[in-house]
């Protein structure tokens, strides 16, 4: 049986492979997440080593046959796996199919639709984003994620050709343009010096400058506060220390002179040595003599 001597066989099963496993994490809802959700669905069931019985490569073998019930067995699994990944509209729709190749067909009939109004809003999405309260690793990742879903809807020429080349550097060169354009200003200076580079570095090679760039920002607004701490407290022992070196040249007592000697100028009111000035009797009040 092929489920017990060839593991690279579309119809082995392996013991982790169950009807309610869900392969992506996320739902094929309607015709705007179709091309993200089937092509996660292509990665998963391509790992499975499953895509024969989608692609139509895997047939039903006649009833009787020594394989027939093990293609059963693969056909519902792969089908459960689809269904478990439908919005419950989509679901009630497929729910009497037969094989997964036929559902496959038809969701791809019906969803796969590339049109203008989708390329319009990813390009207006695009160019629209900025970092904003973002870390450099989220705002890269919700733009790169825009980036996949255009690249897949629009192929690019995917040539050896002198043309085809030049036109990939071109969309490298705008993307970089792009992640730029959308930096907080507090970015301004390595956004200069980037654009001065050449040759101009890769998005990914950017990415990682900027995020080292994050890091020293980062290190820096903790380090400040703790410096000034330090600085503040070496004032402050500096001015003890002078005022411990002071001698007072009419009381000798330390810490401060002649000019500010209490003994002299008068006690502050605060001070337990102080006496409030005479100010004589109040009026109304006879002197008793």
Same mark, same amino acid.
């Given at each position: 049986?092929?489920?017990?001597? *060839? ?7 392996? =013991? ?5 496993? *869900? ?8 015709? @705007? ?28 073998? =006649? ?45 791809? @009939? ?14 207006? @999405? ?22 996949? @879903? ?6 690019? =020429? ?42 101009? =570095? ?88």
């Amino acid at each position: 049986m092929a489920n017990n001597c *060839n593991f690279n066989d579309p119809l082995y099963i392996h =013991p982790s492979d169950t009807s309610s496993i *869900n392969l992506v994490n996320d739902q094929l809802i309607r015709v @705007e997440n179709y091309g993200i959700w089937s092509r996660a669905m292509l990665i998963a069931l391509r790992a499975k080593k499953k895509i024969a019985l989608i692609d139509g490569s895997c047939c039903r073998p =006649p009833v009787g046959s020594q394989t027939s019930l093990q293609w059963e067995r693969c056909n519902a699994l792969v089908l459960s796996w689809i269904m478990n990944m439908a919005s419950k509209e989509i679901f009630g729709g497929i729910i009497y199919a037969s094989d997964a190749s036929s559902v496959w067909t038809d969701l791809k @009939e019906r969803f796969d639709k590339i049109n203008g109004s989708r390329i319009f809003s990813l390009h207006r @999405e695009i160019g629209r984003l900025t970092q904003g309260n973002s870390t450099i690793s989220t705002y890269y990742c919700k733009l790169k994620q825009l980036w996949d @879903e255009y690249s897949a809807l629009v192929i690019l =020429p995917s040539c050896e050709c002198d043309t085809a080349r030049k036109y990939l550097e071109h969309e490298q060169q705008q993307r970089l343009l792009q992640f730029l354009m959308g930096l907080n200003d507090s970015y301004m200076n390595i956004r200069s010096q980037i654009l001065m580079m050449s040759p101009l =570095p890769t998005v990914g090679q950017t990415f990682s400058l900027l995020s080292q760039e994050e890091s020293h920002k980062a290190l820096s607004s903790v380090e400040a506060p703790i410096a000034a701490f330090y600085t503040n407290q070496t004032r402050v022992g500096s001015s003890m220390k002078e005022k411990v070196n002071l001698i007072c040249d009419h009381c000798s007592w330390n810490g401060h002179t002649k000019e500010n000697c209490y003994k002299l100028v008068g006690y502050p009111p605060w001070h337990k040595l102080y006496k409030a000035p005479n100010k004589g009797p109040k009026k109304g009040c006879t002197k008793i003599m």
